[in-house]
């Protein structure tokens, strides 16, 4: 009898199954691909930096070398230089070549020959300083210092807390006063004082003298008398307070780190007067009240004078000078875009043929052997 095996029917994969296969193929294949992805980005960043830093060094290098080997410089500052460079077009002549970035972030750096085709070095320049090193002598003389416009060094007025002192054969008063000057000042000036008075008791011919003085290191007055004015019946209402305004005809300068006291003393002893102060003090450190009674002036720091002082104040001129001289060294400080952030690069040279140059403009703000030419 023979025994027939029948095999076991083979189950197919169910719909369930098929669909949760395909569903983490396509996760696997899609984070795959969004891998592949982004290491490709990735690496065109970085080939697109390299590139960037590359094409920089080669750039700045290729300033450095062609400076080394300058004859003449004919321009330079801050952010350009223009000099005389051996045969790089192939006439068999001095070329002049320039390198220069405008000054605004994101402008390139540039080069050109001959004043022709401009080629660009560096796409987008945050920063670029030229600083030289060279044995230089001005052709001319320095250039002046600017004196401002006539300000107002400062105003003591508060009618909220006033007191009068009696001004008279042996009671003196004054104010010492120093401006809040800009940074770069030089000097300063006084050119006008107001000061508030009232003459009660003061008859003609009775007179005050107002006078100007260099203040000592502790705030108290030089005897040195810059400018004497006097205050006279006629400046006045008879028994009203009043301004009385005057001018200093010469005015004397003062280093900007130095203070000046004006002092109010009875010349003419006839009658008396008042002068007002506040019993407040708006700026200790450069303003506080003088007294003195005989015995020599001493200061009342809580109080001020009620007045007002005009003066004008000197800066360093921003004009040009000429300079004639050597470059013998330069160095290059460049900042520059790359891929949303900077890169920086410096780079110096020296000059090995000693380009000269004559009567050249150079900015007095321009930095030469570390210092500004102009100062």
Known sequence: MTRTIHPKPRHAFTLIE?????????IVIGTVTASIQTMTIHGAKLLEVDKTRSNASVSLFQVRSELRLATQTSA????????????????SLPDIINYQWSGTPGDPLTRSV????????????????????????????????????????????????????????????GQYFKPILPPDATSWKVTRIFVYVQPSFFNFPGTIQMILHTADP????????????????????????????????????FQPEQGACITLEQKIPVGSATVQFQTSNPDPGNLHRLRNDG???????????????????MTPGTGTRTYSGTLTSVRIHATYDISGSTDRLENATDCINRPRFSNLTIPLDMEINGATPGV
């Open 18 to 26: 098929t669909v949760l296969a395909m569903t983490i193929g396509v």
């Open 76 to 91: 330079f500052s801050n952010n350009a230089i223009t000099f005389t460079h051996p045969d790089v077009t192939g006439d």
């Open 114 to 173: 001959n004043a022709g085709t401009t080629q660009i070095l560096i796409d987008s320049v945050s920063n670029l300083v030229f600083s030289y090193a060279a044995t230089i002598a001005p052709d001319d003389t320095a250039a002046s210092d600017v004196e401002s416009d006539e300000v107002l060094f400062f105003a003591i007025d508060d009618a909220s807390a006033i007191n009068q002192h009696i001004l008279n054969s042996t009671s003196a008063t």
């Open 218 to 253: 502790t705030g108290l007055p030089l005897n040195d008398k810059l400018n004497v004015a006097n205050i006279t019946y006629a400046d006045t209402t008879a028994n009203t307070a009043v301004w009385v305004e005057k001018a200093v005809p010469t005015p004397h300068s």
């Open 295 to 313: 015995s020599g002036w001493y200061k009342r720091p809580g109080s001020s004078l009620w007045m007002y002082a005009y003066g004008t104040y």
